[in-house]
């Protein structure tokens, strides 16, 4: 670190308990002025608690913060905000009726005569959009943006409010691989300007690509802190998890048995004109013991596709095509029926389809399987049995921590899959639908829920794999198929696909 | 505010159930250990909040110019005081009982029923129709077929909406008030036109048969308690088994907690929400077995008081839970007697004083946000908690 220049920000010695719990206890942290400073941890390591610290969230308990070498104590975000720090959460404080540019007005207008001074507001925005090549469609309503420019959006209010550090929150969790790299060369370009900015992560390969430094958050200390040049992903993901991780598991080849799981045929669902909310002509076959991944970018058909396959009888789901689900027809069945012949589902909204937030992870650990000769009879739930079955499941499984009477919605995302994983499991299912399985999960927790998907391959089910991560695709799929625009526009064998040229598939090549 | 300032300071200020809707992960842990405390809050909160809102009410009794301490004995005495005086703090009650219990169920599923009113209505109107059509059927079959009818009719009342809000998508809010007026309206028809009472000139139904009358008791000197209270009471215990211990109660709260969750789980969530109403109709439907078996002896247009608005009170102060419903059905039952004798025993009060204090009441248990703050506050005062030795530092660069 060049001497006499302050850092950006610094954290000295910062604490910050709730209750019995140390969220952080004693981080140490400096940022170079004009860098990209990467911060990861897994869920729970204390990295978004030391930012909602930095950016007056919530209040130390001990410790220092110093930003531009000046000592700062904050009441409040607004004070942050005062003193140049801006913060993306991974959530976007966006209103969704309104136009792009009220947005980034909002709480900030500029008045003149008593009225919002639009135009004036409007000559900076585009001066800004220009130096940093942000372009908006500034009277467009928000939520008729794609979530990309949405945070566009949300990176121009902290520019338009003279913002010289930004934070920016799990900012990829949401982009396509393409929006992700769009994002980094805005960042870049803001680096180039003398911005500073914070990423906080749990993705390795974004800090890889794009951070100067990089520093590893776990237990709520610093456990490791080095230029990003000097490390790589392997170090890092052992830093955030404490011991030797393996990233990519090696999976034996698949022993499929010759009775389909699943078999689709001519799919076709039928959306709102010029919408790529559709389906069309889809055929595959997913046999017993084999892993059939969907590879595309998101929105391309791969949620509809999953819906359309669980429930028939909804009329937005309303197809086309036949669809046969272990040997049995299932068009018009209701959804309890389909899942009763052996069906698991991990779905792609965790929080939104998978958990019911505010119910104890016994209660979870129960949806969906309510109805099974194992836990009711007679429409009388069997309270003993459930109790024994999810405290089994949650330390089988290594939901963490252990207890079935919290809540869901306060585990971490990894242990709140963990615990979809466990509930879904324990059908012993013959076909598995898998969309997204680790999305917004953890280094340690993937390769967990890896490990399991294999397991049931190998223990004879057929398996879904939907998802957006190609890393994942790539690892697990016996078989890939490319999605695009609602079809199945390519077809690949395990090991036959290189990364760039299924990227290349998935953008339409 | 002077009252349990200390008694809120069991730890951080956080809303057990606003936090599952943020994404506070990192404090996984912290919420962890707090989890034992709000089961002590859970309990105690409406307690104090009820004992405040009375307080603000003797207040409010003190600027109309009575002395609060005479109030307050007054309320008291007419309440518990006699035989009678509970009888009537009982007979009150029953029908919130139901109500409450209806609004419940219904809210658990993630429905507002806000139509218990016209449910009741109608269940009453049934309960009469049958008595008074068939006026010579025996003792027990009577009362029972009376009692089913009403069940029945109410549940009708409640599956409209529920059938509407699950299949049509129109919201059940809007339909449960409609049905309301529908249901006023069709009840003063039938008790004018169709079954009107000849030897009165009041707008109410013939009489229903002897064989229909329930017991009332003795011990409470001529108020018209009836075998309608412990119906009620089984009502409660019967929800709490359904809603804790059956699939199908798992499955209205799965829906109440989540439509989403519970759909892709393979639940039906329309299928639910048609029961569910159906369910809180019935509920309501059931106040007709008090009015009419154990008391009027026929639908009088206008009997109730707006039980079906009360129980969304009452719901609200027992926080859903039927334990919580009938405690605070007999406290709104207690007030709605002890203010009619205030109408008599003092010179500036009227029995309308009762909704004050039932609007205070319910002022405070809902001012969840202040007592958050002013224990968040009372902590900032306090000054932060030394954290102990800094642990072993980072690793800086």
Known sequence: ?509 | MAFGEDALDWGPAFDEDASARRPYLELAIGYRLLAIFPAVRRILQPILAVAAGLGLGLAATAIAGENPWHVLVILARGAFGSGYGLGMTLFYSTPLIFTGLSVAVAFQAGLFNIGAEGQLTLGALAAAAVGAVWPGLPWPLAPVLAGVAALAAGMLWGAIPGWLRARRGSHEVINTIMLNFIAAGLASYVALYVLSNPDSQNPETRPIGAGYCISQYAVFGGAPVSAALPLALLAAVAVWLLMSRTVLGFEMRAVGQSEAAARAAGIDPGRIQILALALAGGLAGLVGVGEVLGNAQKFKVGFSPEYGFMGIAVALLGRNQPAGVVAAAMLFGALHKGAADLDMETEHLTREVSMIFQALIILSVSAEGVWNWMSARRRAVKGVKPVGAPLEPGVAS
Request: with cysteine; proline share 5%.
């Open chain 1, 1 to 509: 670190m060049t001497p006499g220049v302050a850092p950006a920000v610094e954290l000295r010695e910062l604490s910050k308990r709730f209750g019995e719990v140390a969220a952080n206890a004693g981080v140490n942290l400096r940022v170079r002025a004009g860098t990209i400073h990467g911060v990861i941890g897994e869920n729970g390591a204390g990295k978004s608690t030391a930012m909602k610290l930095l950016y007056g969230m919530l209040r130390p308990d001990s410790g220092e913060i110093l930003v531009e070498g000046i000592p700062c104590v904050w009441s409040s975000p607004a004070e942050a905000i005062a003193r140049g720090i801006g913060m993306v959460h991974q959530h976007f404080m966006l209103a969704g009726p309104y136009t792009a540019l009220d947005n980034i007005l909002l709480g900030a207008e500029p008045v003149r005569r008593g009225m919002v001074d639009r135009r004036a507001a409007r000559l900076k925005l585009d001066a800004l959009a220009r130096q940093y090549g942000l372009p908006v469609d500034w009277d467009r309503p928000i939520e008729e943006l794609p979530v990309g420019v949405q945070q566009r959006v949300e990176i121009l209010k902290l520019l338009y409010r003279d913002a010289r550090i930004l934070i920016l929150d799990e900012p990829t969790a949401v982009l396509t691989p393409q929006e992700t790299n769009g994002l980094f060369e805005n960042l870049k370009k803001l680096r180039g300007e003398g911005k500073t900015v914070l990423l906080v992560t749990h993705k390795l390969r974004d800090v890889m690509a794009f951070t100067d430094h990089v520093t590893v958050f776990r237990a709520g200390r610093v456990a490791g802190d080095m230029p990003t040049s000097q490390t790589n992903p392997q170090e890092l993901a052992n830093l955030m998890v404490g011991r030797k991780v393996i990233l990519n598991i090696q999976v034996p080849p698949a022993q499929p048995r010759p009775e389909s799981a699943l078999e689709i045929s001519g799919l076709t669902l039928a959306g709102a004109a010029g919408s790529r909310h559709r389906l069309a002509g889809i055929s595959l076959r997913v046999k017993r013991g084999e892993i059939v991944g969907i590879a595309g970018v998101e929105g391309n058909g791969q949620s509809e596709l999953v819906q359309a396959i669980l429930h028939p009888r909804d009329p937005r789901c309303r197809t086309s095509g036949a669809v046969n689900v272990l040997g049995r027809e299932v068009s018009g069945w209701a959804a309890a029926r389909i899942r009763a012949l052996g069906v698991a589902v991990i779905p792609e909204d965790r929080l939104h389809e998978g958990l019911l937030p505010e119910r104890p992870v016994r209660e979870n650990f129960l949806l969906g399987l309510q109805r099974t000769a194992e836990f009711s009879r007679a429409g009388v739930l069997n309270s003993r049995r459930l109790a024994d079955a999810a405290t089994a499941a949650v330390s089988e499984y290594d939901v963490r921590p252990p207890d079935v009477d919290l809540c869901a919605g306060h585990l971490s995302g990894g242990n709140q899959q963990k615990l979809i994983v466990a509930r879904e499991f324990h059908r012993r299912p013959s076909l598995l639908i898998a969309a997204q399985p680790t999305r917004g999960v953890d280094v340690g927790a993937i390769e967990f829920i890896h490990q399991r998907i294999v397991r049931a391959r190998d223990e004879g089910a057929g398996v879904l794999l939907v998802s957006s991560e190609l890393d994942e695709v790539l690892a697990l799929s016996d078989r890939i198929m490319v999605m695009y625009e609602g079809r199945i526009t390519a077809e690949f064998a395990r090991g036959a696909a290189s990364e760039q040229e299924l990227g290349l598939r998935m953008g339409g090549a």
